[in-house]
């Protein structure tokens, strides 16, 4: 009997892992929207004028791949140069950086795109 109770539940465990590794992610994209992977917020919908004004006068320069910038994809390991977002926009721990003419947030230690600011 104890072994059968162990059983199912370590098959209810088995299934609900899962469903628990999903809610901590939020992906997708519909047309020029703004997606963002993670636990962390990115740049809201009301701060992307102000964002994007910032980065002008920064003068933050535009880096050109040949790739296509989608979120999840991978930004070179050499060439880039990745910016500290201000606080007055957002608590984050992305960093962010123009590539193809696009304003972009990063997971620093992957250099793995999580936003694209539109």
């Not at 009997?1 to 939020?26: D, E, K, S």
């Not at 535009?62 to 070179?76: C, D, F, K, M």
């Not at 007055?88 to 694209?116: D, K």
Request: no cysteine.
């Amino acid at each position: 009997m104890r072994n059968r109770l162990f059983a199912i539940a370590a098959i209810a465990g088995a299934m609900a892992a899962p469903i628990a590794a999903q809610a901590q992610t939020t992906t997708g994209t519909v047309g020029r929207s703004t997606t963002v992977i993670g636990e962390h917020e990115g740049i809201t919908a009301d701060q992307r004028p102000a964002f994007r004004e910032y980065v002008v006068r920064e003068r933050v320069p535009n880096y050109t791949i040949s790739e296509r910038v989608t979120v999840g994809a991978v930004l070179p390991e050499a060439g880039v140069t990745y910016y500290d977002v201000p606080q007055s926009f957002s608590m984050t721990p992305y960093r962010y950086t123009v590539v193809n003419g696009q304003t972009i947030l990063v997971e620093p230690r992957s250099r793995r795109i999580v936003q694209v600011v539109d």
